[in-house]
């Protein structure tokens, strides 16, 4: 049996991985990110996680064929450096050296939702599809296009940010520096700004009901709840949400026609409140309506795991 390790670099969590060669997590290993800090400290935690994941899966560093790691912005996958991830503070940050300090393997980065992408293909809701984009509704809107079974990130390594593409022009602000970004508006953190924005317009709203149940705290669920005990400007906030994420999955397809466009992150645990009205909007408006053969949307199969199981295949994806 051939093990792999895979690392999620995270905003919030660390999470290591041993995988074994049928895409199974063996164990795992994780822990704060503490952001900010220097990189070194938080390449350090990196290896000490996966060096745990082994030791408890009752492994030697010998059992293990290569390093995969996925972070949030630019990872040039040729020279394993970080070149820029605003959210994690790194600019050409070179990670696989500094992994290598501690573990004497080859280390392959990726950007995070092209891991995930590759998980989902390798062994996820995108498995057998030749051509696959998958898209993360979390903290931002990832995107990972797999061509022809290869990652595509085009000719410097910062391609895929779907999530970096306006549909709404002089729209909210997006944290790349643009207005009206797919993620301003599809992303939780999108989500969650504009179910304030209802709440503070309607005081009457069932929102306030369940954000002060849940701590004061208000989430990507808030609505969604909401919705479902028939508050109406709740149902406004989803459908213009669902609005905003049809418009920008029918420009992705629209663009790369894949087999399958598969949809994960945190918001997709709405299940079929989500998707089901998604695909009906798309399939009105996608340039091939009138098609046979017309791209697949799905729920991604592997949740957090996607972007763990991807990470940890990097080194034959390489190949
Ligand atoms: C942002 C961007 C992408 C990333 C995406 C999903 C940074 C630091 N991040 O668009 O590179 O893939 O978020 O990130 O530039 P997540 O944190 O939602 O998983
Ligand atoms: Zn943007």
Redesign the pocket.
């Known amino acids: 049996m051939k093990y792999y390790i895979g690392i999620d670099l995270?905003?919030t969590n660390i999470v290591a991985a041993v995988v074994d060669e049928n895409y199974n997590i063996i164990t795992k290993a994780s822990t704060k990110t503490n952001r900010p800090r220097p990189a070194e400290a938080i390449a350090d935690d990196m290896a000490a996680m996966a060096i745990k994941a082994v030791k408890d899966a009752n492994l030697a560093m010998e059992d293990i064929e290569w390093v995969g790691v996925g972070?949030?912005?630019?990872a040039n996958s040729a020279t394993g450096v970080i070149e820029?991830?605003?959210?994690?503070g790194f600019e050409n940050t070179p990670m696989a050296k500094l992994i290598q300090k501690h573990i004497d393997k080859p280390v392959y980065i990726e950007?995070?939702?092209?891991a995930?992408a590759y998980g989902e293909f390798v062994a996820g809701a995108a498995k057998g599809a030749k051509n696959a984009v998958c898209i993360?509704?979390?903290?931002?809107?990832?995107?990972?296009i797999i061509s022809g079974g290869k990652i595509y990130s085009g000719s410097n390594f910062a391609g895929?940010?779907i999530?970096?593409t306006v549909i709404g022009i002089d729209g909210p602000q997006c944290?790349?520096g643009r207005k009206g970004?797919f993620?301003a508006y599809s992303?939780?953190?999108g989500l969650i700004r504009m179910t304030k924005e209802k709440m503070d317009q309607c005081p009457d709203s069932i929102m306030h009901k369940i954000s002060e149940e849940r701590g004061g705290k208000v989430s990507a669920r808030t609505s969604f709840d909401a919705m479902r005990q028939g508050d109406a400007p709740a149902k406004e906030v989803v459908d213009f949400y669902i609005k905003a994420l049809a418009c920008g999955i029918t420009n992705t397809i629209n663009i790369f026609q894949p087999d399958i466009l598969c949809i994960g992150?945190g918001v997709c645990n709405e299940g079929d409140a989500l998707l089901l009205p998604v695909k009906e909007l798309v399939a009105k408006e996608v340039y091939t309506r009138n098609s046979p053969k017309n791209t697949e949307i799905v729920i991604a199969k592997l949740g957090n795991d996607a972007?763990l199981i991807g990470a940890a295949f990097l080194g034959a994806c390489a190949k």
């Open positions: 995270g905003g972070t949030p912005g630019i820029y991830s605003n959210n994690l950007n995070d939702a092209n995930a993360t509704l979390g903290t931002g809107v990832g995107g990972g895929a940010e999530g970096h944290s790349c970004c993620e992303s939780a953190t992150g972007g």
